[in-house]
């Protein structure tokens, strides 16, 4: 995989020469002092989503969401980042990580952190269900079952539970079952009534019964536990049995995938994977606190589990699934539905895709508009009779996927299709798999990409015969081709009918297709190619406008930030007093606010309704930002050596003016303004909630973009030009 070629683009703004006295040092802080910790980040990232639990601003039962998110969140954590850990530790690897720990030290400091994380949950969790019960809502105890609701669990457990049910004792005869990942399973300690023989017995609970159910007829919203419904018919499972102590318990797994790199058939391999991933080592057990101590020491023996992996918790097991507890019949507890706008700007062609991009550039911001501009735009190029191509990146498309259907029927409409699945997304490998097949029934050419390489990046092509020629039109996303999450993620979707972005982009699917180098791009940059050079001279010119005496500043916007080449290329360009201002949504490792290393480095992190999931960056080029000069790109890359190193991403460069105008004097400094949702980072990488000065006007962006439309999107019925909102307006103070 070798380096791509040079652009034009590229070769306008040549490295600075770097000071290196400046360089020295940075170096001579220790990497403790330079890098914060990536595990120990992404956990202070989930204890943000947890707080926003207790955030009193947001409907009672949307808290119950944030809460249920932060135990699904740390869950694929401990499958995947821990697993990996666990593994290293294993294998005596003495890598130190950035911040100079061993993956033993790094282990050590993650459990120690993550369990002040699943002790809070649990405080949180009690605190919910008292505050729900004010509101009408139980989660009721075995002895606030009334007599009525009594027999209605008796019938149900006998129609809907018992016949799913497979008790298991555990004795020479039956060896201890396995327990898949995240498995659900009621230990017991039994007792034979005719000879008093002990025993222990395993209840493990199949994955698609619901963990809460409700109960009928009352005025209140009343539920019982799975595991508690579980315990009022123990005698009827175990007849002849005396049940002496019992608990439940729950089992994650090692869920990464690895992959034999010289494999044939890559599907294949992913089949078998997936397989495997179901029976990886277990790598935490949560145990209920009521659970004696020889039935926990006997289960833990018998899972092969290490000491160092279980918890005791005093509380509910299973925190992700709490979400079954939010009811739609109760909206005054929710929130506000919200129906995203759609673009005027379509309108104003009779929703003639084509016709509206060919007209101008425009970006749809979503969740704030709809994804529908999206199906419309692959929907339209599969009925047009005069689109000849179409040439599309998955990475994530969900399970009922309008992408995939459009995909299908144009390739049955006799076009050229062409789809890149990238098999390798994590968690959504089996929907990939599927989505590949019925592609290829349907005649699409379907190209799995490189063992080494995901591809990331997120393309749609659209190739149309007009008036005798062939032209292209384009759509760059920050976001995955996903309708659900389109619906909570902060997106932007770009279209354009930029002739030498659609030469680039065809130049990305015939590497992708045919491993042939991209060279000579006009203005598009590709990972793994030359994005972070690309980037590192942006940075680099920064510093030559800082050292010339003009204003230099960077915005950036991303999910993560830890690759330390960039990271100390950032330490270079504050050294220089170049201002910048990072919102990071979840991992960074950067240290900002450090004499003498990143004093003019701001970090903020918003939180809130939405998953803020755009990538921007913006370049001051020589002026103040926000400025028409600036340089401004949308990626679908974060700032990470696996994004820049081991995958295709895009960066964009946006040219439009209105464009232009939208991504940095809207969607960027309405996110700087933000003081409602917006956490502020230390360098010691914990967080702060931003606390608004007295008379401060809250301003949240969530709410800015749910009530106004954007600038790019705007037509004839609402104007067509706006002007670039001013820094001022935002009250963002000077570093």
């Known amino acids: 995989m070798a380096g791509g070629g040079t652009d034009n683009a590229n070769q306008e703004a040549p490295r600075a020469a770097t000071d290196t006295s400046v360089v020295q040092a940075i170096e001579a802080f220790p990497a403790g002092d330079r890098f914060l910790n990536r595990e120990l980040s992404w956990l202070q990232f989930n204890l943000r989503v947890l707080e926003e639990a207790e955030n009193s601003q947001h409907p ?6 944030f809460l249920s998110i932060s135990g699904n969140n740390l869950d694929e954590f401990y499958m995947v980042r821990v697993a990996g850990l666990r593994a290293q530790c294993d294998a005596r690897v003495e890598i130190r990580s950035d911040d100079g720990l061993t993956p033993f030290q790094q282990l050590t400091q993650v459990n120690s952190l993550a369990e ?5 949950q649990q405080q949180v969790w009690a605190a919910l269900t008292a505050e729900m019960r004010g509101e009408g809502i139980y989660v009721l105890t075995a002895t606030e079952i009334s007599k009525s609701e009594s027999g209605w669990i008796r019938s149900y457990f006998f129609e809907n539970i018992l016949p799913v049910l497979t008790p298991i004792a555990v004795d020479p005869a039956h060896p201890f079952p396995f327990i898949p990942n995240l498995g659900f399973t009621m230990g017991l300690s039994l007792k034979r009534l005719h000879d008093g023989e002990a025993m222990v017995a395993l209840l493990p609970v199949p994955g698609h019964l619901k963990r809460f159910i409700r109960l009928p007829d009352s005025d209140e919203t009343r539920f019982i536990s799975l595991e508690t419904l579980l315990t009022l018919f123990l005698d009827e499972l175990f007849p002849g049995y005396k049940v002496k102590g019992s608990g439940v318990f729950r089992v994650v797994r090692d869920s990464d995938i690895e992959i034999e790199e010289e494999a044939e058939d890559l599907v294949r391999v992913f089949e078998s994977a997936l397989k495997r991933r179901k029976r990886g080592r277990v790598i935490r057990l949560k145990v209920e606190k009521g659970m004696s101590k020889a039935l926990r020491k006997n289960i833990i023996a018998r899972l092969g589990a290490d000491d160092d992996v279980v918890v005791v918790v005093d509380g509910i097991l299973g925190v992700n699934e709490t979400t079954q507890l939010i009811v739609d019949d109760r909206p005054d507890l929710l929130f506000k539905p919200y129906h995203p706008r759609y673009p005027e700007r379509v309108r104003d062609f009779s929703g003639d895709i084509f016709k509206a991009i060919a007209a101008k550039d425009f970006v749809v911001h979503h969740p704030y508009e709809s994804f529908e501009v999206v199906h419309l735009f692959l929907r339209q190029a599969a009925r047009d009779p005069d689109v000849v191509a179409i040439k599309q990146t998955l990475y994530r498309a969900g399970a009922q996927s309008m992408i995939i259907g459009a995909l299908i029927e144009a390739a049955e409409a006799g076009k050229a299709v062409t789809a890149v699945v990238e098999l390798k997304a994590r968690f959504d490998e089996e929907q990939n798999i599927k989505w590949a097949r019925d592609l290829e029934r349907a005649g699409v050419h379907v190209v799995f990409g490189s063992i ?10 659209v190739v149309r015969r007009q008036k005798g020629k062939l032209l292209s039109y384009m759509h760059f996303g920050t976001g995955n081709y996903h309708p659900i999450t389109a619906k909570i993620y902060t997106d932007l979707s770009f279209f354009t009918a930029d002739q030498a972005l659609a030469r680039d982009s065809n130049k990305m699917f015939n590497y992708l297709t045919g491993y042939i180098e991209p060279v000579g791009l006009e203005k598009l940059v590709l990972s793994p190619f030359n994005l972070r050079s690309r980037l590192m001279e942006l940075i680099d010119k920064e510093i030559e406008f800082a050292r010339a005496g003009k204003p230099a500043a960077i915005w950036v916007k991303l999910n993560s930030l830890l690759d330390s080449k960039i990271i100390d290329k950032l330490y270079e360009a504050s050294q220089n007093n170049v201002k910048i201002e990072l919102i990071i949504r979840g991992i960074c490792t950067l240290r900002p606010g450090i004499e003498g290393l990143s004093e003019n480095i701001r970090v903020r992190s918003i939180v809130g309704r939405f998953l803020e999931h755009a990538r921007i960056c913006c370049f001051g080029n020589g002026h103040d930002l926000p400025s028409r000069q600036a340089k401004v790109f949308i990626s679908s890359a974060d700032w990470m050596p696996r994004n820049l190193n081991r995958r295709v991403e895009t960066l964009v460069p946006i040219e439009n003016p209105t464009v232009h105008d939208q991504i940095m004097g809207q969607v960027m400094a309405a ?3 933000d003081n409602d949702q917006t956490w502020v980072m230390n360098s010691d990488g ?18 800015y973009f749910m ?3 954007s600038l790019s999107g705007r037509g004839t019925a609402i104007g067509e030009e706006a002007p670039v909102m001013p820094l001022m307006d935002y009250g963002l103070d000077p570093i």
């Open 116 to 120: 002040q994380l699943m002790g809070k």
């Open 707 to 709: 009530n106004n439309s």
């Open 60 to 65: 009672l039962l949307e808290r119950l969401r």
């Open 686 to 703: 914990s967080f702060e909630k931003y606390q608004r000065a007295e008379g401060e006007e809250t301003f949240s962006a969530h709410h």
């Open 452 to 461: 080494e390489l995901k591809t990331h990046g997120k393309i749609s092509m």
């Open 671 to 673: 996110n700087l303004k």
